[in-house]
Every structure is written in C-alpha cells, then in structure tokens.
C-alpha cells in the first residue's frame, strides 16, 4: 500500500487511447529510477464518458488519489475550463496535454510544444531556422509551430489545406513572436517556399498507417533541406525514407513522442528522465509491433 505522496498514480483521457505508448515509456522510466508509477489508459468510449464530461472525469480522478493525467484528442481544449491554473505556454497555444493533480488543484501544461522543442534540439542540433515551411496548421502543427517560433525561427511560413485555418493560426503566433516573420500560404506555393526553405516541417496525418502516402513530392526535397515528420507510426514513413534517400538530415516523429512524454514525466514526478534511454525503450516497443 502506498500514499500518493508515496507513489504516482497516472491515467491517459482520450479517445482510442489503448494503444498508446506513452503508458510504458513512463512506467520503465519510473522503474530506472526506482520509483512506484501506474500509468492507465482512461479510454472514454470505455468509460461511457463523453469528452463534454472531462470535468467530471478531473474530479473524479481526484477522488481517487490519482497525482496527474495526461489529456489527448479530444479533450485537450474542452479540459481548459476546468482548470486551476493553466501555464503560459498551454494557455497561450489553447490546448493542456498534462494536468497535475496537487492539493485539490488542476494545474495543466502543455509537452507536445516543448516535446518538439527538445526533439529538435536532440535530433537536428544546429539546424537551421531562416526560412521552415510547416504543412499542417491542425493541434499538431500548433504545437510545432510554437515550439519552432520559441527555437528562434527567423521566417515560418505555415500551409494548410484549409487555407483560413493557416491565416489564422499565423496572425496568432504574429502576436507572440513579433521579432519572427510568420506568414501563411496555399497549398499550391508549397513547391516555390520548399526551394528557397532551409527546413520542412510535416503535421498533418498523411503518412500515418491509415493514411498512406508522402505529403509533398519527393522531387522538392533536396540534401540541404532539412525534414521533420511528426508521424510516428510507421517511424519511417515515405517521406522519411525519401528525405533520407536524397542526404536530408532528417528528424522522425518518434523525437516528439518521447520528448512529449520525457517533459510530462518530469513534471509529474520531479524526476530528470533518461531521454536517450527513453528513445532506446520506445524504439524496442515500435519494433515489438506496439
């Protein structure tokens, strides 16, 4: 038995959740440093629970002794009114991905930016940030796009099928980043912006194992390009395996996903995780068919 002063008790909110690998990343991570952690999936079609009913579900939580959740799609907005405190950065890209359970308190945080933020500082270090296109202005491309504006992107230019969705999102990050020059464009540009970029950026499901495909055409990647993909299943998609075909330095999803769960860790527990350690297990649960 134990208190949860004496151990971590953690839960995953979403929908379709069960396969999610940031449940083992974090239990063997709390078993290197020799710590108590459960970490469950609270999958709400399980639950019965709408996604409306977070703030039950918070509550709830809370009742039974858990120190934090993770929150995913689609609660990451609809849990923002239930909050305590938000910090800066969440409230600023409108989305909690982590929220601390402390003394009858909601406290959320957001790691998908500062998880991309890190992955870029491991996995391209040194890369440079003049010009980068992101194709996706979606949550994913949100977080990214902060987290490439925090690095000290000089030039973003964001592309979206939903071309209102691109404006928006620019004229957003415009009153954050005001020293950055961040514009939007159609998708129609892409091979113009890609000739003159020094870095790409994909966030849109295009790639994924039920989305097959390469986002933009192989013949606009170039070896001075640098390329980032946020999918991670499969960890080579098409347009990682042709980036690294044609001497692209190349950043596969798999670096947000454990920077994501590396930084909510830390948060959770007060503990410095293993991020190279971290990769290491998450890449034998890729390969295991996880």
Not at 1 to 29: Q, Y
Not at 32 to 43: E, F, K, T
Not at 67 to 89: F, G, M, R, W, Y
Request: charge should be negative.
């Amino acid at each position: 038995m134990s208190t949860v002063d004496e151990s971590f008790l953690v839960g995953l909110v979403g929908d379709g959740v069960l396969p999610s690998l940031t449940p083992p990343m974090h239990e063997a991570e709390a078993d290197a440093h020799g710590v108590r952690y459960l970490y469950r999936p609270l999958d709400l079609s399980r639950l019965s629970y709408t996604p409306e009913q977070i703030g039950p579900l918070l509550r709830a939580a809370g009742d039974l002794g858990f120190n934090a959740l993770n929150i995913t799609h689609p609660c990451k907005q609809l849990v923002l009114d239930e909050l305590d405190e938000v910090s800066e950065d969440a409230a600023r890209l409108g989305a909690v991905n982590t929220v601390l359970l402390r003394d009858g308190r909601f406290i959320g945080h957001n790691t998908d930016f500062s998880g991309f933020a890190a992955a870029l500082a491991e996995g391209l270090p040194g890369a440079a940030l003049d010009r980068v296109v992101l194709l996706g202005a979606g949550g994913a491309g949100a977080a990214v796009s902060y987290a490439t504006l925090a690095a000290g992107a000089a030039e973003l230019t964001i592309v979206d099928l939903d071309a209102a969705r691109a404006v928006e999102r620019a004229a957003t990050l415009r009153g954050f980043f005001p020293r950055s020059r961040v514009t939007a464009a159609d998708t129609a540009e892409l091979p113009e912006l890609l000739t003159a970029a020094t870095g790409f950026i994909h966030a849109t499901p295009v790639g994924m194992h039920q989305h097959p495909g390469i986002p933009v055409e192989a013949s606009l990647l170039r070896p001075e390009l640098w390329v980032a993909d946020v999918v991670y299943r499969p960890l080579d998609t098409e347009l990682v395996i042709a980036a690294r075909a044609l001497g692209c330095r190349v950043l596969d999803g798999g670096f947000m996903a454990v920077g994501q769960a590396a930084d909510a860790f830390a948060l959770i527990t007060g503990l410095d995780p293993d991020r190279q350690r971290m990769r290491e297990h998450f890449l034998r649960l890729i390969r295991s068919g996880r």
